[in-house]
Every structure is written in C-alpha cells, then in structure tokens.
C-alpha cells in the first residue's frame, strides 16, 4: 500500500506537460531551477520561487475501518518568461499563455480523457491558484506566475 501519491503526481504531471502540443518550446523543469537559465519559457513542477515547500499535504481516514486514506496536496509551480527587451505587457500575456496551456493539459479530452486524474494517480487535479510577478533588469522584462495545482487522491 503507498504511504503518499505525490511521487506518482508529479511524474504524471510532468509527462502530461512535457507531451502538451502547446508547451513544446517550453523546457519543464522538474524541481528547482539549474544554473542554465538560456531557456526563455520555463514551467517549474515542484518548485515556486520564495515557496519553502515543494508539496503541502494533509491525510485523514477516508472512511471508518481505517482500511484507506485520502490524500490532499498542493504542488508548488511557476511558470516564467524572460526575453532581452523591456516589453513586459508582451512577458505578462506570454506568462497567461502558459498557465493556459497548463490548465488546459490538465483538462480532459479524447485524446487524453485521463488527465485531470495525472493518469490515474490521483481522483482529480487542478489549479486553483496563481500569482504573478514581473521584473526589469538590464536582461529585460520577466514576468513569472506561482501557481498551484491542488490534488485528490485516495491511497
């Protein structure tokens, strides 16, 4: 019997970004980032910047007998986008489209009707958060969104 289904999330949530058709020009990182920041568009699975916590979770029994547990947890993630000119209404909208792709990867179609369940590991996934920052530098603009995906899971 699993102790946790967040190993088995975030691979899942991975492997459903990383084959999203409108997330191919974008490198998803899992955990915190690297040194390489030569990517312009990231998503970070597991990591938001000044977040402690990769995962918060919370067990309780799930019915009497204490046979099975339901497992909710937040997956910390943060999408950014950086490029060398100062335009940062152009980084803010790139910054949306990406969380757009994201919530969209996580919603159920024909091609992929078990995606809000991340392939089975969990009963649902979604967001259900999100906070935008934006930075100049001599760089240029980034704007970068935090963002939670929220799980269900009965373990």
Not at 97 to 103: C, D, F, G, R
Not at 115 to 133: E, F, I, K, N, Y
Request: proline share 5%; hydrophobic share 45%; glycine share 6%.
């Amino acid at each position: 019997m699993a102790t946790s289904a967040v190993p088995a999330a975030i691979d899942a949530l991975l492997a459903i970004l990383r084959a999203a058709p409108a997330l191919t020009e974008v490198r998803i990182v899992d955990g915190p980032p690297s040194v390489n920041l030569t990517e312009r568009h990231r998503i970070y699975v597991g990591w938001s910047p000044g977040s402690e916590q990769a995962v918060d979770i919370t067990q309780d029994f799930a019915y009497a007998g204490a046979r099975r547990r339901d497992e909710d947890f937040n997956v910390a993630c943060y999408a950014e986008t950086r490029t060398g000119d100062k335009d940062m209404a152009l980084r803010r909208a790139k910054a949306f489209e990406l969380l757009a792709a994201v919530e969209d990867a996580l919603r159920a179609t024909n091609d992929a009707p078990t995606a809000p369940t991340l392939s089975g590991t969990v009963q649902w996934a979604h967001l259900t958060a999100g906070s935008l920052v934006q930075e100049q530098s001599d760089g240029g603009a980034l704007a970068g969104l935090s963002f939670t995906v929220t799980c269900r899971a009965r373990i």
